[in-house]
């Protein structure tokens, strides 16, 4: 199975940028996409195929990469913004999530 | 509005059964592939299984493939999981989600809890 790592947790202040990144253990083409979980809450998409921002997410957030490295960015950071990061890739079988990546706000 | 609403988790006995609903709203469901994800307490997110539109293909992670079936009834606009020989592994709080572009998952249910224990 492709393995997806995230480190397992960030914090940085409000009005800062921030890069989650998801390394994957073989090429997912751009097949890479992006979760938000709050605590309680079920995962909402974020991002798709690598760089697509869905529908109704603010601009601050952005992803980017190809093959096996990966990066959500968000910038300008929200207080908001506190919540588990979980990327997943479509293109192997079976599909995979990372660990995740817990964004702490300073 | 897309609504996806989970039920029939609950508490079970190594061995037996369960089947989970969910039913979809504010959508055209038979339009849509479907997934089952799972979340064990704390932990990351696992996909169990997916179903094409019609039902023509489906998948399963091989921790569930001989155990769990997907299944869907477009009239009743239903995603369904059977799953038999539950295990305590099995153990998780389930989402259904819906299949949109490059397979990711755009919609997700609020999730229902499925504790296997004796």
């Known amino acids: 199975d492709t393995v997806l790592t995230q480190s397992p947790a960030l914090a940085v202040s409000p009005g800062e940028r921030v890069s989650i990144s998801c390394r994957a253990s073989?090429?997912?083409?751009?097949?890479m996409h992006w979760y938000q979980q709050k605590p309680g809450q079920q995962p909402k998409l974020l991002i798709y195929?690598?760089?697509n921002l869905a529908s109704g997410v603010p601009a601050r957030f952005s992803g980017s990469g190809s093959g096996t490295d990966f990066t959500l960015t968000i910038d300008p950071v929200e207080a908001d913004d506190t919540a588990t990061y979980f990327c997943q890739q479509s293109w192997n079988d079976p599909w995979t999530f990372g660990g995740g990546t817990k964004l702490e706000l300073k | 509005e897309v609504q996806l609403v989970e039920s029939g988790g609950g508490l079970v006995q190594p061995g037996r059964s369960l089947k989970l609903s969910c039913l979809a709203s504010?959508?055209?469901?038979?339009?849509?592939?479907m997934n089952w994800i799972r979340q064990a307490p704390g932990k990351g997110l696992e996909w169990v299984a997916s179903i094409s539109s019609s039902s023509s293909y489906i998948y399963y992670a091989d921790t569930v493939k001989g155990r769990f079936t997907i299944s869907r009834d477009n009239a009743k606009n239903t995603l369904y999981l059977q799953m038999t020989s539950l295990r305590s592994e099995d153990t998780a709080l389930y989402y259904c989600?819906?299949?949109?572009?490059?397979?990711?998952?755009?919609?997700w249910g609020q999730g229902v809890m499925v504790t296997v224990s004796s």
């Open positions: 195929k690598a760089s």
């Open positions: 073989e090429g997912v083409n751009s097949y």
């Open positions: 504010g959508f055209t469901f038979s339009n849509y592939g």
């Open positions: 989600a819906r299949h949109r572009n490059y397979g990711s998952l755009d919609y």
